[in-house]
């Protein structure tokens, strides 16, 4: 079955950077789109960034546009997201997930596989 596993998460204080990384398994993970989410206390997941199965098309919140950067890693079935410049506002748990071949890369819909979050913690 489809296994997300998200690991790089912890606490880091602002203006630094942290790498996060998802380990995919159960699937053809060369073939799907895959993204990153967060969820910060009290408030809804949001959209963090995407990436085409390939890897040739990215896209980004506006918040994290010029400091995050996704990236993956076909041979080893890994999406990557590293984080610099952080901001206590980046606070949140980070999820992984698989993108359906079609939809949108920022609507959370379009992703119907979850992994089960890191935390990351930018104290001021």
């Known amino acids: 079955q489809v296994q997300l596993v998200e690991s790089g998460g912890g606490l880091v204080q602002a203006g630094g950077s942290l790498r996060l990384s998802c380990a995919a398994s159960?699937?053809?993970?060369?073939?799907?789109?895959m993204g990153w989410f967060r969820q910060a206390p009290g408030k809804e997941r949001e959209f963090v960034a995407g990436?085409?199965?390939?890897?040739?098309?990215?896209s980004y919140a506006e918040s994290v546009k010029g400091r995050f950067t996704i990236s993956r890693d076909n041979a080893k079935k890994t999406v990557y997201l590293q984080m610099n410049s952080l901001k206590p506002d980046d606070t949140a748990v980070y999820y992984c997930a698989r993108r359906s071949v079609v939809g949108s890369s920022n609507a959370r819909g379009s992703y119907p596989y979850w992994g089960q979050g890191t935390q990351v913690t930018v104290s001021s």
């Open positions: 159960g699937f053809p993970f060369s073939s799907y789109p």
């Open positions: 990436i085409s199965s390939t890897g040739s098309s990215t």
